[in-house]
Nanobody, 127 residues
């Protein structure tokens, strides 16, 4: 069983950047596909980005495409989410999630597809 911990959140002005990290312990990290999701107050948790277990395949929500980049370092058991050109509407708690994946070519974009979740890190973008 894998445990996940997010870090890197904070308060930033619109147009700024943050790099979020998702560190994992337990399990075999390279067998897990990873996703980033976010949840703003009063809203449902929504997909942001995902990456296949070997890093070859990535997927992004339309709202962040071109501004966010997901990557992973399996040697460090860490997935990153580089967030650039941040907007006030990006304000949310950001969660990383993991699931076992049988193929390095598969990514997952739905909350219910993920089994393991971190506690989240707050990102606040001021206008």
């Amino acid at each position: 069983q894998v445990q996940l911990a997010e870090s890197g959140g904070g308060l930033v002005q619109a147009g700024g950047s943050l790099r979020l990290s998702c560190g994992a312990s337990g399990g075999t990290f390279s067998s897990y596909a990873i996703g980033w999701f976010r949840q703003a107050p009063g809203k449902e948790r929504e997909f942001v980005a995902s990456i296949s277990r070997n890093g070859a395949i990535t997927r992004y929500a339309d709202s962040v495409k071109g501004r966010f980049t997901i990557s992973r370092d399996n040697a460090k058991n860490t997935v990153y989410l580089q967030t650039n050109s941040l907007k006030p509407e990006d304000t949310a708690v950001y969660y990383c999630a993991a699931r076992e994946s049988p193929s390095g070519a598969w990514v997952y974009t739905v909350v219910l597809q993920y089994r393991y979740w971190g506690q989240g890190t707050q990102v606040t973008v001021s206008s």
